[in-house]
């Protein structure tokens, strides 16, 4: 969908057997990587204030490393897949891991992604988030939803991130 926009896709997974060229035909490049930071040749590849960035990778820690890479660049849109207490969670985390105050990592990240469009599935999931990614980059969009500092203490009282690390998860290997 993002190419049908005339978008520049990179499609960046841990995973090399979802990181293949037939499963993202439209992309420009799928690279596979698990560290958390990006090669393109020498060094770590600069991101721009133009550039929109999804973070979800099935892997909390994954997750954590490449927020807290990327928020340092500013892109454009960096959004979170996941659920609001899954982010809440790794806004505390990188928040702590970059020493920045909590409101400063909400600023800088929509979570959870996508604009409240209804319907179920992949291809409306998708839909909602380039709608997103779209009213921002045009100056379009609202913060409804955003995270917020109060948002983020009232999703840690409701436990740790124990429940999302793969060490815990015995179906993550699936």
């Not at 969908?1 to 499609?11: D, P, R």
């Not at 037939?22 to 991101?47: D, K, Q, Y």
Request: with cysteine.
């Amino acid at each position: 969908m993002a190419s049908l926009l005339g978008w520049t896709v990179i499609v960046i997974d841990g995973r090399a057997q979802w990181a293949t060229p037939e499963r993202f035909p439209e992309a420009e490049r799928v690279l596979t990587t698990s560290s958390g930071v990006w090669t393109l040749g020498p060094g770590p590849w600069p991101l721009s204030s133009r550039d929109a960035v999804i973070v979800m990778t099935h892997s909390y820690e994954q997750d954590r490393a490449w927020l807290t890479a990327v928020l340092p660049q500013n892109p454009r849109y960096l959004g979170l897949l996941g659920s609001r207490h899954r982010s809440a969670l790794l806004v505390s985390e990188v928040a702590a891991r970059l020493d920045w105050p909590i409101d400063r990592v909400c600023e800088g990240l929509f979570a959870p992604i996508g604009l409240d469009l209804g319907g179920d599935g992949a291809e409306a999931i998708a839909l909602a988030t380039l709608a997103e990614i779209q009213a921002c980059i045009e100056g379009k969009l609202g913060t409804s939803r955003r995270m917020t500092p109060e948002l983020i203490a009232q999703q840690l009282t409701k436990g740790g991130a124990s429940q999302y690390l793969q060490a815990q998860c015995p179906l993550a290997s699936i």
